[in-house]
């Protein structure tokens, strides 16, 4: 991978065996730098507004704040801020939360390194990216939602919220055409035309919450 400078990552995990060994591992990737780590979800609120970086690594079961419930407060905080889930949980519900809640991917403690490493370059250069076997659960259940892709459900959770195309464009970092053809996608999948229809499906659904 070809960049102009590091990729500056922190982690978020209360287990400091693991936080060495991811560190470790980053520390290998020569244009990654790992900036900061925090063992708790308000020492995280506090690294994010204190240090620079691009990345953020949250564990889904923290000591004193479920990380998703952190991705909700930091990307309400830091709306610019893209989050990665590390988590050894692969439970569909986790990783549904975890994209209305704004995280960019999810990927499981028990893959391969060079899927972190895949993941983390993803999410820097804009887009998304979930474990093979997450991206499978997701598409593979029979509720209808999860027809949709992560992209596509967080859009949907965008609208919800009352995020024009626009908004959610420069939220996503995607062009308004893209998000207006994700728009027109989760209409055809669902079924469903007006704005009204979707935020009341999305509530329904449990992707937004009131």
Avoid: W
Avoid at 40 to 69: H, K
Avoid at 154 to 176: C, D, H
Wanted: proline share 3%; hydrophobic share 45%; net charge negative.
């Amino acid at each position: 991978m070809s960049i102009s400078h590091p990729i500056k990552i922190a982690l978020v995990d209360d287990h400091v065996l693991v936080r060495d060994g991811v560190k470790a591992l980053l520390g290998a990737i020569p244009y990654f730098e790992v900036v900061g780590q925090a063992e708790s979800g308000q020492e995280a609120i506090q690294l994010v507004s204190s240090c620079a970086l691009d990345i953020l690594l949250v564990d889904v079961g923290l000591q004193d704040m479920n990380g998703l419930e952190l991705t909700r407060q930091l990307r309400s905080l830091h709306p610019d801020i893209k989050i990665l889930i590390l988590s050894m949980y692969d439970n569909q519900e986790y990783v549904r939360s975890s994209i209305t809640a704004g995280a960019l991917g999810y990927v499981l403690k028990n893959a391969p390194s060079t899927e972190l490493v895949a993941a983390i370059e993803a999410i820097s250069a804009g887009g998304t990216f979930y474990s093979p076997e997450i991206a499978r659960k997701l598409v593979s259940n029979h509720r209808d939602e999860n027809d949709l892709t992560p992209r596509e459900l967080q859009v949907l959770s965008m609208i919800a919220k009352g995020y024009n195309s626009k908004e959610a464009a420069r939220e996503l970092a995607i062009s308004v055409r893209t998000v207006e053809t994700y728009r027109l996608s989760i209409r055809r999948k669902l079924n469903i035309d007006s704005p009204a229809a979707l935020v009341k499906y999305a509530l329904e659904h449990g992707l937004v919450a009131l």
